[in-house]
């Protein structure tokens, strides 16, 4: 047996601490970037691959496909890319580091996860491969190892080496591209790949975190190749009755073998399944974050928030419920955080005077974070009714992204003009009739 080869100390302009992956083709190493006090991921390829000079120019073409297409990419569940030296030798990426395990650990019958965690992860994966399609972007290899769960229910996607770019003119990798257990029929055949392909894929995934069982496995390849592209396999609840009823015809219609009769969109997708998440009983809080992330989606106020926004706001705040009469925020005290109405019905009083009821989609205490050297809270707010609100703290949001701090400002200058309305219109109608009555 072959030694492997002793763990760098440097890769290009990179601290290496250890190896923590090794596949076929590349060993990922964990590094240190000392210019951004980070810690990153080098995926670099096996030297002895590139002793062939056609076989090197293959493994530095696919390794300029996944710089090319991860680049494109800025969403909180795939995997951002870093770095990029593509005529070292070996040729190298760097990527995000994530402290997390692949889904493949989790996908035989003695480690599955909980059935609402399985539904939490796929649609996170749906937000991600939605946000690569509108990049003009195809995976074309997803699967159970090339997705990272983090303990906090985060999940990555990462490995764009194979993905197809709907938009580019650079030659990409042509052929049976992909991992035989997880093609869609389209890519057995060499046909076009869509995102429905990859929503294929996706299928075969949530199939096997719920089963334990690859719905296509064969004793080799040739006979995968054949059950994928002929052969239907059992609804998910023949292996595992205690499944919810509604699973099964959300997993056989991602699985159709004909693009036309999958979901036609992610979105589509993602809906099915929160649909059977929500009729789940007695969920975690970190299983709940795709109803949340619909729940905010949906809102008026998040209208013009990217998807990606949206969740880097959920991961920001704290979710907090509050019952009828509870005070959520008091007049004369300092405000060192905002809240957004996402249930429920609040009060908003001074002096013990109501001065309106505000319901879902507003924000509360938001003056605070607009005008910092001014923090004292002008109102109170009681809750009319059970209210759930995600609360940001005012500084928190300062360290966050720009792309998420020009989101709420605009946000903000939209609700605060509105109201601005509205009260000239109470004026108006004020003025009105106190002409009449005089």
């Known amino acids: 047996m072959a030694q492997q080869p002793a763990t760098p100390a440097t890769i290009g302009k990179y601290s290496v601490e250890r190896e923590i992956g090794r596949g076929a083709s590349s060993t990922v190493f964990l590094g240190f970037d000392r210019f951004n006090q980070r810690p990153v991921a080098i995926k670099q390829i096996h030297a002895h691959l590139l002793e062939d000079p056609a076989q090197a120019q293959r493994y530095r073409r696919r390794l300029r496909n996944e710089a090319q297409m991860a680049g494109q990419l800025n969403h909180p569940h795939v995997v951002r890319m870093f770095d990029v030296d593509e005529d070292a030798h070996p040729p190298y990426l760097v990527l995000e580091f994530i402290d997390g395990v692949p889904l493949a650990s989790h996908a035989t019958t003695d480690r599955l996860l909980p059935i609402a965690q399985v539904l939490d992860v796929i649609f996170k994966c749906c937000s991600a491969l939605e946000h690569a399609q509108q990049k003009g972007l195809v995976h074309r290899d997803i699967k159970p190892a090339n997705l990272i769960l983090q303990e906090n229910g985060v999940v990555k996607v990462t490995d764009f080496g194979t993905a197809l770019s709907m938009r580019s003119e650079v030659t990409q990798l042509t052929g049976l591209v992909g991992s035989p257990s997880y093609m869609s029929p389209e890519q057995v055949r060499e046909q076009v790949c869509t995102h429905q392909s990859d929503m294929f894929s996706l299928g075969i995934v ?228 106190a002409g009449q009555v005089r």
């Open 206 to 433: 949530l199939y096997e975190l719920l089963t334990g069982r690859n719905p296509f496995q064969g004793e080799n390849d040739f006979t995968t190749l054949y059950k994928v592209n002929t052969e239907m396999p059992p609804p998910p609840r023949v292996l595992r009755p205690d499944l919810p009823p509604a699973v099964d015809a959300v997993v056989m219609r991602a699985l159709s073998k004909a693009p036309s009769e999958r979901y036609r969109e992610w979105s589509d997708f993602a809906d099915a399944i929160l649909s059977v998440s929500r009729a789940l009983p007695e969920r975690r809080a970190k299983d709940r974050e795709a109803e949340r992330f619909s729940q905010m989606r949906a809102l008026p106020f998040f209208s013009e928030f990217h998807d990606a926004m949206i969740w880097e706001a959920l991961r920001l705040g704290t979710l907090r419920t509050f019952s009828r009469g509870d005070v959520l925020m008091r007049e004369q005290t300092e405000g060192t955080s905002f809240s957004i109405l996402l249930e429920g019905n609040v009060a908003i009083r001074h002096n013990s005077f109501t001065l309106t009821v505000l319901g879902p989609g507003v924000t509360l205490g938001e003056m605070c974070y607009l005008q910092p050297e001014r923090p004292m809270r002008t109102a109170t707010a009681v809750a009319e009714s059970e209210v759930l609100v995600l609360e940001i703290l005012n500084g928190a949001l300062r360290q966050a992204s720009e792309g998420l701090q020009t989101s709420f400002d605009k946000a903000f200058i939209k609700l605060l003009v509105a109201r601005l309305i509205k009260t000239n219109e109470q004026i108006g109608n004020w003025d009105l009739l």
